[in-house]
Nanobody, 121 residues
Framework: QVQLVESGGGLVQPGGSLRLSCAAS????????MSWYRQAPGKERELVAT????????NYADSVKGRFTISRDNFKNTVYLQMAGLKPEDTAVYYC??????????????WGQGTQVTVAS
């Protein structure tokens, strides 16, 4: 069974740091591109960061560029989001996402349950 389980969320002060983890199972993790999304109350879900299957390339939303770092460990089947310089506007539920090609012209996506990040003093 495919599972993506996020952890590491919590309450942190503005300017603080936090590391989120997403443990994957039930599929070939090393073949999947991984992403972090977030959704704040009353807002649409937005893409935060993406990393290729090998970890050779990353992309970030402009709002987090220079503050967040996405990484992965294919031996542990885990993707991370290191967050620094946190701002109140970073408050959201953060979701892990996997995208894997299963056919020549078909891609399947998986979602985790989300972990809450609250930035407040």
């Amino acid at each position: 069974q495919v599972q993506l389980v996020e952890s590491g969320g919590g309450l942190v002060q503005p300017g603080g740091s936090l590391r989120l983890s997403c443990a994957a199972s039930g599929f070939a993790f090393s073949t999947a591109a991984m992403s972090w999304y977030r959704q704040a109350p009353g807002k649409e879900r937005e893409l935060v960061a993406t990393i290729t299957n090998t970890g050779s390339s990353t992309n970030y939303a402009d709002s987090v560029k220079g503050r967040f770092t996405i990484s992965r460990d294919n031996f542990k089947n885990t993707v991370y989001l290191q967050m620094a310089g946190l701002k109140p506007e970073d408050t959201a539920v953060y979701y892990c996402n996997a995208r894997r090609r299963v056919l020549v012209d078909s891609v399947v996506g998986y979602w985790g349950q989300g972990t809450q990040v609250t930035v407040a003093s």
